[in-house]
């Protein structure tokens, strides 16, 4: 993949270490990519032969054939495109992609400094962006820590193992728990982060149902309760961020910031970010379109 210009990573390096989530996805995307431009080229092989199968079918009509069966072989090659699009949209999300916006969450919050507590709300990706806060963690000579939460111990054992790799292993612990009940006392972190995680919560009641949508609006107060107040969230997801945006508002949150459309695995994306009042607010809550975040 060669090198980014965001922290001069090398890409062969960071998949090493983090490997690949949802893998069987991508072998998935990259068959159905094959099989159809194994047709196209046999549709081109044997264009006449399908031609007369055609003409068979519109009894004789043989310009009528000749065009059903032009139709059906730009589908099919138009089809290969895509899937081949989609397999390699979804390889650059995993990790290129991934780590460059977690560069851009830590970027986000200004004073790393000052921050003894961090959570990344579901670590997942190995802990791409856990590991990118523990290392501005290190830069900054913290002496704090990042908590990264998830829901399966297989994956908290991945990621403190990828952070050890890193070389930012004494900055980072893990904890099982649920996104809806966070297993943390109120007021507790300076800053929380998050990336393409919360989409997933409620998802067993199906992606866009009410029920799924009340448990991700119960995940964003969860994050939200456990803020010290001051304190700095910076959410990056998939599909359901004004749903988020509104939810925020409704907690009155402050300096709420939404990036512009990032496509990530296919779909659209954003970075939210927002401060939590350092006292009790009254009064709807602004929201400002932020650019510099992309």
């Known amino acids: 993949m060669g090198k980014s210009t965001s922290g001069n990573r090398d890409w062969t390096q960071m998949y090493a270490i983090y490997g690949m989530e949802q893998r069987q996805t991508l072998i998935f995307l990259l068959c159905q990519a094959m099989l159809f431009s194994v047709l196209s080229v046999l549709y081109l092989l044997y264009f006449d032969l399908v031609c007369n199968f055609f003409e068979r079918i519109f009894s004789g009509a043989g310009g009528t054939a000749r065009f059903a069966a032009g139709i059906t072989g730009s589908v099919t090659a138009l089809s290969a495109l895509c899937l081949f699009f989609a397999a390699a949209n979804f390889f650059y999300s995993s990790v290129p992609l991934h780590f460059d916006m977690a560069q851009r969450i830590v970027s986000a919050v200004h004073d790393w400094s000052s921050v003894k507590l961090a959570l990344d709300l579901g670590c997942c ?28 111990k297989r994956t908290t054992m991945s990621t403190l193992r990828a952070a050890k790799m890193e070389g930012v292993g004494e900055y980072v612990t893990c904890r099982e728990g649920d996104a809806r009940r966070l297993p943390f006392p109120d007021n507790y972190f300076d800053v929380v982060v998050s990336g393409v995680f919360v989409h997933t919560v409620g998802r067993e009641y199906g992606a866009r149902t009410a ?84």
């Not at 609006?217 to 990056?236: D, F, H, Q, S, T």
Request: charged share 25%; proline share 4%; hydrophobic share 45%.
């Open 125 to 152: 990706g190995r802990g791409i962006l856990l590991n990118a806060v523990a290392t501005q963690m290190k830069k900054e000579g913290s002496s704090g820590r990042v908590v990264g939460l998830d829901r399966s």
């Open 211 to 294: 029920e799924a949508a009340a448990e991700r609006m119960r995940a964003v107060a969860e994050l939200v309760r456990v803020m010290k107040p001051g304190g700095v969230g910076v959410v990056w997801d998939l599909l359901h961020v004004p749903e988020y945006v509104l939810r925020l508002q409704e907690l009155k949150m402050e300096d709420v910031r939404v990036s512009e459309r990032v496509t990530a695995f296919m779909v659209s994306s954003h970075i939210v970010s927002f401060r939590k009042p350092s006292q009790h607010v009254h009064g709807p809550a602004e929201v400002r379109l932020d650019w510099r975040l992309c």
